[in-house]
């Protein structure tokens, strides 16, 4: 059994390819455009969708069949074809190039896998149960969904803004620690769930990182 390494890749503005046009091929480019990639498709036909974001400029497409050489300079890649060949052809292609890669189907996966994945803004829950049943990775997200709320999104942000001014105005280390643990200490969230919460500017977070670091 392959055990594998969680990471969280940064793709922004990263070139990744995607051969195949199908419904599988549109899910994929959508997760790389949730990632800012510079997303190009190579298929002959693609779905509606994909000539939807081909039309808004938000992807190429390379209105063929794939060819060896197509995927020079990919940072990654997606196998989404029906063609077993084909995407064996890619996934070769792409390991000889040290490129990242994935098929879709078939019993050759490249270098890594894609779990389920629920989004919240910055909060990224990634599920996955290295390929023995991806229909139950999905079924264990959409439990997650009901736990992990859009709450998340707002608290994450606030905790961002919070993060940020506190690593600006708090030089010392334990100092920074002690303020951050405070912080996730307050009732924001469930303020935010209630609909009571008041965002807070950049003074009043500023005022509050002040009073806090006098009293650690």
């Given at each position: 059994m392959s055990v594998y390494l969680p990471v969280m890749l940064d793709c922004k503005g990263r070139r990744c390819a995607v051969v195949g046009g199908g419904a599988v091929a549109e899910r994929k480019v959508n997760s790389l455009l949730a990632a800012s990639a510079d997303v190009t498709v190579i298929s002959p036909e693609v779905t509606q969708g994909l000539r939807q974001l081909v039309m808004e400029g938000r992807i190429r497409w390379i209105s063929r069949e794939y060819a060896a050489g197509d995927l020079a300079g990919a940072f990654?890649?997606?196998?989404?074809?029906?063609?077993?060949?084909?995407?064996?052809?890619?996934?070769?292609?792409?390991?000889?190039?040290?490129?990242?890669?994935?098929?879709?189907?078939g019993s050759r996966t490249g270098s890594f896998i894609s779990p389920s994945v629920l989004r919240r803004g910055r909060l990224v829950i990634a599920v996955s149960?290295?390929?023995?049943?991806?229909?139950?990775?999905?079924?264990?997200?959409?439990?997650?969904?009901?736990?992990?709320?859009?709450?998340?999104?707002?608290y994450l942000e606030w905790m961002y803004r919070m993060r940020?001014?506190?690593?600006?105005?708090?030089?010392?280390?334990?100092?920074?620690?002690?303020?951050?643990?405070?912080?996730?200490?307050?009732?924001?969230?469930?303020e935010i769930r209630k609909g009571t919460f008041e965002p807070w500017d950049t003074e009043q977070i500023k005022q509050w990182i002040a009073n806090n670091q006098e009293e650690s």
């Open positions: 990654l890649v997606y196998a989404a074809t029906s063609s077993p060949e084909v995407n064996g052809a890619v996934i070769d292609e792409a390991e000889r190039m040290g490129a990242l890669a994935n098929a879709a189907g149960t290295s390929g023995a049943g991806p229909a139950l990775a999905a079924k264990i997200c959409d439990r997650l969904e009901e736990e992990y709320g859009p709450e998340y999104e707002e940020s001014s506190i690593k600006r105005q708090v030089t010392r280390p334990e100092t920074r620690q002690r303020l951050l643990m405070k912080a996730a200490d307050l009732e924001v969230l469930d």
